[in-house]
């Protein structure tokens, strides 16, 4: 029984991530920090070029700062 050619370079991967852990590791923590620098930037804009989007009569909305 031969597996799928869409399993084969799954189970090399699979298998290179388990013969290096300190790369696979380091690779894991660059690749979950690049998404979370990424979707941090993504809101920070979101909220910089569209901040009240959702709110209905953005005229009429008082904003209160309070400063301790």
Excluded: K
């Excluded at 696979?24 to 920090?33: D, E, F, M, S, Y």
């Amino acid at each position: 029984m031969t597996l799928p050619s869409f399993i084969t370079p799954w189970r090399g991967a699979w298998r290179q991530l388990r013969a290096e852990p300190g790369t696979a590791a380091l690779v894991i923590t660059g690749l979950a920090l690049g998404l979370a620098l990424t979707l941090l930037t993504a809101s920070f804009l979101r909220d910089v070029l569209w901040p009240d989007a959702q709110l209905p009569e953005v005229e009429r909305l008082v904003a209160f700062e309070w400063r301790v």
